[in-house]
């Protein structure tokens, strides 16, 4: 009970507690991991559904589906050939049926002048580039995920140590000028901070790369992290603005709980009152709300690959989209759904690690 | 002792809190004292200051929002003037507390047993091992049952009267010698009341501690405390012992406390007798007697009551009133008008 | 000085008008327990498992129990807030067990409620002028000289300014707050009123300053409450009967003065003989007399077989497991006296409290 002027009321009566039944952990990542499944078919119908139906629905012909496989320098009769090798003539359950076996068996194509295999995981074939996505997609993995993976380091580091470090000294100076840096980062456009530092530090000081390379890791590690060194702190200022503001909120919540005055009051060292009791709990939304950042970014963080010409999963796409690919484009769309849906399990699964109230549902 | 202090000896604790809207003077010259083995039963509604006094004790305001004053003196220390860090490691060592809501006073992502663990190597330095069956066998003297299993269940895994006395458990883990109880039973269903101040009485004469309990249920009071302080607007109206306090009351705020509770071991009366108003503002306290704008005997003050603050003054033998009415008017009004109409006669 | 138990004024049971108001038969409510994707459906939380009682025009009733006894779930059940599992809830002569949310719209005008906590019971976004005068809006009620009036004068009869109008709840005192409450609950003028927990949540003086406020406004206003509280001296002074509810099902009823002089359902005896007395001179005698209950309260999602106080009783034998025992009138106990038990306290009985030695015996009234 916090000390209070005139009027305030001690608590209702709080509920004694019945002793539940503890479900136990694995019981609660098998229903996840179904309804993850699930979840996964559901996507792909949505994702079929836009690429298939919904021009249909308003009221694109078989025709105007197949001419942009076949791309726009077609003529009428191999647009013809491709709405039969494509089978966009059959009904629709059959067409995602087949799309869908396509998947885990793979498929074969007739471009019109010969069979292509497609080898599962077949997300697609594109007929313009003359090979299947996958191939592509995996090629690209590793540049995304490199991109994603170590600007989430950054990002995760400064935004949580500044918020905490802001809830601790909330009103100071360096609360007010983190929190005003915080929003500024949140609200400027990616395209734009990227564009002003590769001007500044690429061309102007000539201390980063320019952009449009990309070293793999096993090649030289040293020159990857320099490509690499701009598009990440780039991409982590934003997100580290986001995280600093919501670990803020957070400790700041959790500095104010009754467990903290408790553990105060057993004689512990403020420095573990503040990590072990607070931040252990204001971590709880951060890292659910990371593993969902990181699930969609793996998807292609389309804007940083296009500012800085890196070729990965979100320039494919955008490559695609220009030209009309529409296999590239399904491709990703359907690995970005994926790593979405999984990135979704692993944050409820170690909320339940984390939160042991979880576990009773 | 040295100094002749008692074993605790607060003397005229000042807590203020600086705030926008100006003054909170939560606690405004309390002074009191305590030995082993002894009870003292702090009473007050919201806003007297009694839980932000008890926070004053273990040293838990934040400097930087509260202005502390005065002296607090726990086995010859000084407490409020001392280091925070030579504070900090009498903390569930010499002096503990127990708090109001268990479920929300523990942190829900440790077992009972980590918890319990932590409190006891923070002053102890043993192993984990250790340290973990001690953490067992206090869970079984505070009668939670099995207590080798109970140990790795989580605070919400545990029913609430339970779940208190796990909470009593990790305050007793070091053996301190003085325990603060705020409202321990207020959230908890009458009969786990019954349990847990049964439990609190055998721990106190196991331990000889010196128990301070907080609560603003003179029930509880009366079936625990040896001595009483009553607060109101951050200073002590009256003090005495239980027995003094509920058999000789001379404060109109006590009468009035007495007055306003239905009593199951009085008959039933047609009306309860609250005390008129409501508790005060702690930033404009009223001027003079704090109580004087609910108190009903203000006008035979002669005026003192608005104007000058009365002191606590020794009404003959220990028994302190804060009062400006003489000691025979106030027993007087005691003996012919209050305790029969308490009584329904 | 009087024998605790004899009441000097307020007559316990009032004569006169004895026509019933609200008649509850067999009600029950389950919430169903669901596993799994499918919500498979594995069992239930009998929150109310089975009560009758009836309340009469003008009386108190005191709905009585710990946390979990499901007091407050009956309490929606009566206001129909929630619906019955089954059962009856017969207000006025009228069922309105399963009446849809249309018909019940104009009776409850009749039928209001008070709730506990007075800091999240209302809108924080509303004046009380907003708040009190809704019920004459939302039932399309006109006044004779307009619904602000209304207002003040029902703000006036709770003890509050009428000039307060257009503040916000906030700026009000819990004890106020519980009043601008109770001057909403009161707007339309009901005749049953429901009131959970009324007072627990506000300080001791203010506790009585609303206690008194409710007593005469029964008065005035020829009310018939049901008090649902944990406090029983709250529920001795306030009610003319009680009602004890332990885990979904009423185990003793009884005038106010009978029940409190005779309980005769052991938990009633420990119940009351746990509440602590504010007399540090009977401090050993209480220690002596007091039932201590051993154990927690059995989960209400599979209570136990027959009597369900009986993991928890000290008189409970064989024939508690197996024959639940009903409620009904004991020998020698006035009529309205009932009890659930196979083995009810009697007068000369000596309490053999679980860890207390030699028991004294009852004295009477205590």
């Not at chain 3, 004895?18 to 509850?24: D, I, P, R």
């Not at chain 3, 809704?134 to 619904?147: L, M, S």
């Not at chain 3, 049901?226 to 406090?231: K, S, Y």
């Amino acid at each position: 009970m916090k000390a209070s002027a005139a009027g305030a009321c001690r608590p209702a009566r709080v509920r004694q507690g019945r002793r539940p039944q503890p479900v136990s952990v694995v019981s609660y990542i098998i229903r996840r991991l179904i309804g993850a499944v699930l979840t996964l078919l559901v996507v792909s119908m949505i994702t079929f559904g836009i690429f298939y139906l919904v021009p249909r629905w308003v009221g694109a012909s078989a025709a105007d589906l197949a001419s942009r496989y076949v791309g726009r320098t077609a003529n009428a009769e191999q647009v013809a050939a491709a709405v039969k090798a494509l089978g966009l003539d059959k009904p629709f359950y059959v067409q995602f049926w087949t799309w869908l076996k396509a998947i885990f068996v793979g498929a074969d194509f007739n471009t019109g002048t010969s069979i292509e295999h497609c080898p599962a995981p077949c997300l697609g074939y594109s007929f313009i580039g003359r090979n299947p996505v996958w191939p592509d997609l995996l090629d690209r993995l590793p540049v995304t995920g490199s991109l994603a993976l170590g600007a989430a380091i950054i990002w995760l580091v400064s935004g949580v140590a500044i918020g905490v470090l802001s809830a601790l000294r909330r009103g100071s100076f360096f609360d007010r000028t983190a929190m005003g840096v915080a929003l500024a980062g949140v609200s400027l456009p990616i395209f734009w901070t990227g564009i002003v530092c590769l001007v500044i530090f690429s061309y102007g000081l000539g201390w980063t790369a320019p952009g449009g390379t990309y070293t793999p890791i096993e090649q030289n590690p040293a020159l990857w992290a320099y490509h690499l060194i701009l598009p990440w702190i780039t991409l982590a200022l934003l997100f580290s603005a986001a995280y600093a503001r919501l670990t803020r909120a957070g400790m700041l919540e959790t500095m104010g709980e009754d467990y903290i005055r408790t553990a105060r009051a057993k004689g512990l060292e403020e420095r573990t009152v503040v990590t072990r009791h607070g931040l252990r709990a204001a971590l709880t939304p951060i890292v659910t709300i990371f593993g969902l950042d990181l699930g969609l970014l793996l998807g292609g963080a389309v804007l940083t690959e296009s500012t800085f010409s890196l070729p990965g999963l979100g320039k494919y796409a955008i490559d695609g989209i220009i030209a009309s690919d529409m296999p590239k484009v399904m491709g990703v769309t359907l690995l970005a759904a994926f790593f979405v849906v999984v990135a979704n399990l692993i944050v409820d699964v170690l909320y339940a690690v984390i939160d042991p109230r979880v576990r009773l549902g | 002792m040295p100094g002749g202090h008692s074993f605790l000896d607060v003397r005229d604790l000042r807590i203020h809190f600086p705030t926008d809207d100006g003054l909170v003077k939560s606690v405004d010259g309390l002074s009191f004292a305590l030995d082993r083995g002894r009870t003292l039963g702090i009473v007050g509604e919201s806003g007297s200051g009694k839980s932000v006094t008890s926070l004053g004790v273990l040293g838990l305001h934040n400097r930087r929002n509260a202005e502390v004053s005065g002296e607090i003196w726990l086995d010859g220390s000084e407490l409020v003037g001392a280091q925070p860090e030579a504070v900090r490691k009498m903390r569930g060592r010499k002096m503990a507390m127990i708090f109001q809501d268990p479920l929300s006073a523990m942190h829900p992502y440790y077992t009972v047993g980590v918890q319990i663990i932590e409190a006891y190597r923070v002053h102890n330095d043993v192993s984990k091992a250790v340290a973990r069956k001690h953490a067992i066998d206090m869970l079984g003297r505070v009668g939670i049952p099995q207590p080798a299993r109970r140990v790795d269940d989580y605070p919400h895994q545990f029913s609430g009267g339970m779940r208190q006395r796990a909470m009593i458990a990790m305050a007793l883990s070091c053996d301190p010698e003085l325990l603060i109880a705020d409202e321990p039973t207020t959230a908890l269903d009458v009969t786990v009341q019954a349990q847990i101040l049964d439990l609190m009485r055998t721990l106190q004469q196991e331990f000889n501690s010196a128990l301070i309990i907080i609560t603003h249920d003179l029930g509880v009071v009366a079936e625990l405390a040896d001595d009483v302080l009553v607060m109101y607007a951050g200073k002590c109206v009256e003090y005495g012992t239980a027995t003094t306090i509920f058999e000789h009351a001379e404060h109109p705020y006590t009468w009035g406390l007495l007055g306003s509770m239905p009593r199951l071991d009085r008959a039933v009366t047609s009306r309860l007798l609250p005390i008129a108003g409501a508790p005060p503002s702690l930033i404009n306290v009223p001027s003079g007697c704090a109580f004087h704008p609910r108190c009903v005997y203000e006008p035979r003050t002669g005026g003192l009551g608005s104007t000058v603050v009365p002191e606590l003054a020794d009404a003959g033998g220990g028994h302190l009133v804060r009062c400006h009415l003489p000691t025979a008017e106030r027993r007087r009004i005691w003996a012919q008008d209050i305790k029969p109409e308490m009584e329904g006669a | 000085m009087t024998e605790p138990g004899e009441n000097t004024s307020k007559p316990a049971g009032k004569p006169g008008t004895s026509e019933t108001l609200l008649e509850v038969r067999g009600l029950e409510k389950h919430f169903p327990i669901t596993k799994g994707l499918l919500k498979r459906r594995i069992g239930a939380v009998r929150a109310v498992d089975g009560i009758d009682f009836h309340v009469s025009s003008g009386e108190t009733l005191g709905l009585v129990g710990e946390s979990g006894c499901g007091k407050s779930t009956a309490g929606r059940l009566v206001t129909r807030l929630l619906e019955p599992t089954s059962g009856s809830v017969v207000f006025e002569g009228r069922d309105i067990t399963h009446l849809d949310q249309g018909p019940l719209r104009p009776l409850r005008r009749d039928m209001q409620m008070i709730f506990q906590d007075p800091y999240s019971s209302l809108n924080p976004r509303h004046t009380v002028g907003a708040i009190v005068g809704a019920p004459f809006r939302i039932q399309g009620v006109k006044t004779e000289h307009g619904t602000k009036r209304a207002v003040q004068d029902l703000l006036k009869l709770v003890g509050l300014n009428p000039e307060h109008y257009n503040r916000y709840p906030h700026e009000f005192s819990g004890g106020q707050r519980q009043r601008i409450g109770i001057a909403r609950t009161l707007a339309l003028r009901p005749k049953l009123i429901i009131a959970d927990e009324p007072v627990s949540a506000l300080d001791v003086s203010i506790q009585a300053q609303v206690v008194n406020l409710l007593e005469d406004l029964q008065e005035e206003l020829g009310l018939t409450y049901v008090v649902i509280a944990h406090d029983l001296s709250v529920v001795r002074h306030i009610s003319d009967r009680v009602a004890v509810m332990y885990l979904g099902k009423i185990m003793e009823t009884a005038d106010r003065d009978e029940l409190y002089a005779r309980p005769r359902h052991p938990y009633t005896v420990a119940l009351m003989s746990a509440v602590p007395v504010p007399d540090p001179r009977r401090r050993s005698s209480a220690m002596r007399e007091r039932v201590l209950l051993s154990g927690d309260v059995p989960s209400p999602i599979d209570p136990p077989s027959g009597c369900r106080f009986r993991t928890r009783c000290w008189k409970a034998q064989e024939v508690c497991a197996t024959e639940e025992p009903p409620l009904i009138a004991r020998v020698g106990d006035p009529a309205g006296h009932l009890t659930a038990c196979h083995f009810p306290v009697t007068d000369d009985e000596q309490i053999a409290g679980r860890t207390r030695p030699a028991p004294a015996p009852i004295p009477q009234g205590g």
